[in-house]
Nanobody, 123 residues
């Protein structure tokens, strides 16, 4: 099973940008669809974005469309989440996850998870 480690979180002002990275171990990374989820205090974990194993297809939550971009580099076993025009409501712990379909938006549809990275957006 693939192991995942997120990085790139931090504190940013509203309107700013951050790029999250998720590094995967193992030789099977390119077989997985990859997703990003987030969880704010007191709320359930929610889908943010997903990308197909080849990187050719992507899926976004309505709340981040036009602001966030998911991408991957299979040669580096890494998936990215570029976050622009950040808002205070984007504050959450962000998790990457490995699954079988880029169309999947439920947490139960993903098999492996990272530990998360904190993103805080100040107003």
């Amino acid at each position: 099973q693939v192991q995942l480690v997120e990085s790139g979180g931090g504190l940013v002002q509203a309107g700013g940008s951050l790029r999250l990275s998720c590094a995967a171990s193992g030789r099977t990374f390119s077989r997985y669809a990859m997703g990003w989820f987030r969880q704010a205090p007191g709320k359930e974990r929610e889908f943010v974005a997903a990308i197909s194993s080849t990187g050719k297809s992507a899926n976004y939550a309505d709340s981040v469309k036009g602001r966030f971009t998911i991408s991957r580099d299979n040669a580096k076993n890494t998936v990215y989440l570029q976050m622009n025009s950040l808002k205070p409501e984007d504050t959450a712990v962000y998790y990457c996850a490995a699954g079988s379909s880029w169309r999947a938006i439920g947490t139960y549809e993903y098999d492996a998870w990272g530990q998360g990275t904190q993103v805080t957006v100040s107003s």
